[in-house]
């Protein structure tokens, strides 16, 4: 009974978890942002001149 215990013990245990998980999701992050790094380039330029856009009327 006791490996029994200590196998469920190991099967639940979910310390490191947090860490696994935030390292896959930093990895779908920097892949996503180097699929649509041109798509994502021409949004911010496109904001940052609308900006200055609004900014130079007043």
């Not at 699929?35 to 904001?47: L, W």
């Amino acid at each position: 009974m006791l490996k029994l215990k200590n196998f469920r013990d190991l099967i639940f245990e979910e310390e490191g978890m947090g860490t696994v998980e935030i390292i896959l999701i930093i990895v779908v992050l920097v892949g996503l942002v180097l699929i649509f790094k041109d798509r994502i380039t021409e949004i911010v330029n496109s904001i940052f001149s609308k900006i200055t856009t609004q900014t130079n009327k007043f």
